[in-house]
């Protein structure tokens, strides 16, 4: 089966399309190799995917270009789209807000109109995210509850990709999932985030920041489960029904949040040192905690994740150092 996979250099990108070639499908993946963090580790995970040959197709370009994404369309016969390329990160909406809006929305829009004229396109499964529970209070976050209060502009841009998606569904009859995605760690991650800056700077003998003084719990999820629920959604029947019927939003997490201080010594404990850590207030933008509800991601696909971060950390440390060629 031919998948088009968005944001194929990107930490879950690249992961979902190594796992679709392993098991011997087609995927042409795009990226714009933009450089919100360091081009080259995005070009190391494009090797990887090289590796599988012709099986692998790579499009450099910017999905808020509609005449990119129409090409993109007309040139390759797909049948599942896997919609994942994003602006990232919480914070950095604070500081460049038009990068969100033309990646998350503008993007999102381009590849809902691609689907809806595609003439061989069967289904859509795209990322959303946790933080769209924003200010919510009643744990865990549940698929049922309020999302109209973000308290980022990454969250405000996520939450609009769900209501156009429903809105093409209803439409349109687009066969569309969302999933909303709780703290993805592992190898091949993200440099902005805390996994990685915080071994880094354990391994350096640097301080780490510590926000709310360690007053904080997350959802952490590694990354191979996170694949296997994305490919499930992926790969899962056209949905049936008439408009709105057809699209669906799952959490997609590890079903029990973990304290950050905890997370902190997990990674100390694999690394071999004792962090030195600088307790700082909340962040704006920030969460107390996340917590998904994963009852019917499991119901409907089976869903369940299986990896713990005494098991999931460790694979991250060993990754970080093989990477940056440390003993």
Do not use: C
Request: net charge negative.
């Amino acid at each position: 089966m031919a998948y088009l996979v968005t944001g194929v250099a990107g930490f879950i990108g690249m992961s979902t399309a190594k796992a679709l070639l392993a098991r011997g499908d087609q995927v042409v993946g795009i990226d714009n190799l933009n450089d919100y963090y360091e081009v080259a580790l995005k070009r190391e995970r494009l090797a990887e995917l090289g590796n599988f040959g012709s099986a692998f197709t790579f499009v450099e370009g910017d999905l808020a270009d509609m005449g990119q994404v129409k090409a993109l369309f007309d040139a390759h016969p797909l049948r599942r789209v896997i919609h994942l390329a994003a602006q990232p990160g919480v914070r950095y909406s604070l500081e460049n807000p038009h990068a969100y809006i033309q990646s998350n929305v503008v993007g999102h829009l381009n590849i809902l109109e691609g689907v809806r004229h595609s003439k061989t396109v069967e289904h859509l499964a795209y990322a959303s995210s946790s933080s769209v529970y924003g200010a919510n209070e009643e744990q865990p976050f549940s698929e049922i509850d309020r999302v109209d209060l973000p308290v980022s502009l990454y969250a405000a841009t996520k939450r609009s990709d769900e209501l156009m998606s429903r809105t093409y569904s209803h439409l349109y009859n687009i066969s569309q999932v969302g999933l909303r995605f709780f703290t993805v760690y592992g190898p091949w991650g993200r440099p902005d985030m805390a996994p990685w800056l915080f071994t880094s700077a354990i391994l350096k003998g640097e301080p780490i920041k510590v926000f709310n003084h360690g007053e904080m719990k997350r959802d952490f999820t590694f990354i191979d489960d996170i694949v296997a629920g994305v490919i499930s959604t992926a790969d899962m029947d056209p949905l049936s029904g008439e408009g709105a019927e057809r699209h669906r939003v799952y959490n997609i997490g590890n079903n029990k949040p973990e304290k950050l201080m905890d997370f902190i010594q997990a990674i100390e404990l694999a690394a071999g040192q004792e962090a030195e850590k600088i307790m700082l207030p909340m962040q704006p933008g920030d969460v107390y905690e996340t917590y998904a509800n994963i009852d019917k991601i499991q119901a409907d696909l089976g869903f369940s994740p299986s990896t713990s971060l005494s098991k999931g950390i460790p694979q991250f440390v060993d990754w970080f150092k093989w990477r940056h060629k440390l003993s």
